[in-house]
């Protein structure tokens, strides 16, 4: 079984850049979680949708994120204008429709320069 | 407003069970305690979770003491692959509560 997908695994751009972070959940699993991950804040939870409708964006932390599921096999995370700060590892995950564990792709590590 | 207390760090020889502990004293009746790790470079994986029996699967055992208020995670025979940082996380079974990491435990095999 394919486990969630995350594109592309490292991203490296200048600030000011469009970013997008891309990700393909489980298959059969309706719910979708944005995460990220720096040094100084931990595993922090961005944004989650159930059955492709965002519930909870309360972790996004600004207007320059946004993040859409067209559908049940994708979704994105965008940030512009990106910023250095912006850089750590973005995590996506997946699970059963309200129910846990969540699973977790491998990551796409971002540097805004 | 943690929920769990872990320690920051531990060590275990190769071949060897590691435990690691986890409090969590206000866990109430309806949550369960969830383990996760991350290894290097990895998203986090889910290991085991449970709500007051002990839980056994193919990587790990759960233990849970009877007031609930504590647990161990047993690695029962480590490997140099199972450094990672150990997470143990409390919540509900519905999807919809966040998972919240904290700093969890940084166990390292030692050969």
């Known amino acids: 079984d394919a486990g969630v997908i995350q594109s592309p695994r490292h991203e490296v751009t200048e600030m000011g850049q469009e970013v997008t972070l891309r990700c393909k959940p489980i298959?059969?699993?309706?719910?979708l979680f944005w995460y990220r991950q720096t040094m100084m804040r931990g595993l922090e939870l961005l944004i989650y949708f159930n059955n492709n409708v965002p519930i909870d964006d309360s972790g996004m932390p600004e207007d320059r994120f946004s993040a859409k599921m067209p559908n049940a096999s994708f979704s994105t995370l965008k940030i512009q204008p990106s910023e250095p700060r912006d850089s750590a590892v973005y995590f996506c995950?997946?699970?059963?429709?309200?129910?846990?564990?969540?699973?977790f792709g491998d990551g796409t590590r971002l540097s805004i320069l | 407003d943690a929920k769990t207390t872990q320690p920051t760090s531990m060590d275990c020889a190769e071949g060897r069970a590691a435990n690691l502990p986890c409090n969590h004293s206000?866990?109430?009746?309806?949550?369960?305690v969830y383990w996760y790790r991350q290894i290097h470079s990895q998203g986090p994986q889910y290991i085991i979770h449970g709500l007051k029996n002990n839980e056994t699967n193919e990587m790990a055992s759960l233990i849970i003491t009877e007031d609930r208020k504590s647990s161990t995670l047993i690695l029962p025979h480590a490997t140099l692959r199972d450094t990672a940082v150990y997470y143990c996380i409390v919540l509900s079974n519905f999807g919809n509560e966040k998972l919240t990491f904290g700093t969890g435990t940084r166990l390292t095999i030692i050969p």
């Open positions: 298959s059969g699993h309706n719910s």
């Open positions: 995950a997946s699970s059963p429709l309200q129910v846990q564990p969540q699973h």
């Open positions: 206000t866990i109430s009746g309806n949550e369960y």
